[in-house]
């Protein structure tokens, strides 16, 4: 499986910014997938993630501003963000995750796309 993530970029605070991940292969409806983002040194945390059913969950921090969801045709999944602040700067990951149910945890998470910058300016 390889994850392609794109949509990154600078942003004035208030902004909003739509992260999309590609992945590759034919059982991309089976994964659970996850964003995670990490600051400058800071370790990897969690942002949001969405079941194979489509149910979601969004870290509490982030409730209200950022929303995922996936489009199992065009295997992908996005990271709406909205009201951005400048600590939301960091590079975000998606993650794909095989098998079992969702998961908070980054070791839980098999594949991981690259990597997109966000950059929110105050």
């Known amino acids: 499986v390889q994850l392609q993530a794109s949509g990154g970029g600078l942003v004035q605070a208030g902004g909003s910014l739509r992260l999309s991940c590609a992945a590759s292969?034919?059982?991309?409806?089976?994964?659970?997938m996850a964003w995670f983002r990490q600051a400058p040194g800071k370790e990897r945390e969690f942002v949001a993630v969405?079941?194979?059913?489509?149910?979601?969950y969004i870290t509490e921090s982030l409730k209200g501003r950022f929303t995922i969801s996936r489009d199992n045709a065009k295997n992908s999944v996005y990271l709406q963000m909205n009201s951005l602040k400048p600590e939301d700067t960091a590079v975000y990951y998606c993650?794909?995750?095989?098998?079992?149910?969702?998961?908070?945890?980054?070791?839980?998470?098999?594949?991981w796309g690259q990597g997109t910058l966000v950059t929110v300016s105050s």
């Open positions: 993650g794909a995750k095989v098998e079992g149910g969702i998961s908070t945890s980054a070791r839980s998470y098999d594949y």
């Open positions: 292969g034919r059982t991309f409806s089976s994964y659970v």
């Open positions: 969405i079941s194979v059913s489509g149910s979601t």
